[in-house]
Nanobody, 120 residues
Framework: VQLVESGGGLVQFGGSLRLSCTASTTMFTIYNMAWYRQAPGNPRELVASISRGSSTPDVDSAKDRFTISRDDAKNTVYLQMNSLKPEDTAVYYC???????????????WGQGTQVTVSS
């Protein structure tokens, strides 16, 4: 499984960005997908996650400003980020769990990360 992220960049305080992540696979079903972020000197933290077939997030730490969604047909997860603040500056990583429906095992994959920088 390969995860390809896009949509990061430089934005001013109060601006918006939309991150996308597409999982490429011919073998597995993509189950849980999530966005994490890591700022310099800080541990990686969960931003939001969403299950396959769901339209509501399982976890959404910044639900008043960020919205996670997914398109299962495209194996793509999105993170709409509004009212961005300088403290949102970080590398944002896509995460996915994949496997087969007849196998209990789930495999975890990470994207390469996309930089989000919010200027004050």
């Amino acid at each position: 499984v390969q995860l390809v992220e896009s949509g990061g960049g430089l934005v001013q305080f109060g601006g918006s960005l939309r991150l996308s992540c597409t999982a490429s696979t011919t073998m597995f079903t993509i189950y849980n997908m999530a966005w994490y972020r890591q700022a310099p000197g800080n541990p990686r933290e969960l931003v939001a996650s969403i299950s396959r077939g769901s339209s509501t997030p399982d976890v959404d730490s910044a639900k008043d400003r960020f919205t996670i969604s997914r398109d299962d047909a495209k194996n793509t997860v999105y993170l709409q980020m509004n009212s961005l603040k300088p403290e949102d500056t970080a590398v944002y990583y896509c995460f996915a769990e994949a496997g087969n429906s007849d196998d209990y095992r789930r495999f975890r994959y990470w994207g390469q990360g996309t930089q989000v920088t919010v200027s004050s």
